[in-house]
């Protein structure tokens, strides 16, 4: 069973989210037009929203991730929780989905930073 924590630390990680951070999310997760009419500052608005779901995930091996809380608050945290937010005005099909969750666990990482032993 995971242990699941709402808090932005957990067995000494944190969650980060810097500008840059965000430019390196775009990056690795792809920064391309989602929708019709769909622009870079948009998606940048849109990466800012989900942030705000991000929560860290520890399995019983002490590895910690980055996932993000669903809509459905009965529902545990998972990556789509975060698809939820910035793909909500896209078309996605079921067949895409299992694909862009690879690139997105991948893109969510970049928000996973070890905490400052001080600061814990």
């Given at each position: ?17 810097t500008p840059m951070l965000v ?43 980055v996932s993000a809380h669903r ?44 905490s400052d032993a001080a600061g814990?």
């Open positions: 069973m995971q242990k699941i924590t709402s808090p932005s630390q957990l067995n000494g990680y944190a969650l980060r989210v430019e390196g999310f775009l990056a690795v997760y792809g920064d391309r037009d989602r929708y019709p009419g769909d622009d870079r500052a948009t998606r940048k608005a849109d990466v800012m929203l989900a942030v705000q779901r991000l929560c860290l995930v520890s399995a019983p091996d002490g590895t910690v991730t809509s459905n608050p009965l529902a545990a945290p998972s990556c789509v929780g975060f698809l939820e937010v910035y793909e909500r005005n896209s078309s996605l099909d079921g067949r895409s989905i299992p694909l862009m969750v690879e690139r997105l666990r991948t893109a969510l990482s970049l928000f996973l930073a070890r814990s």
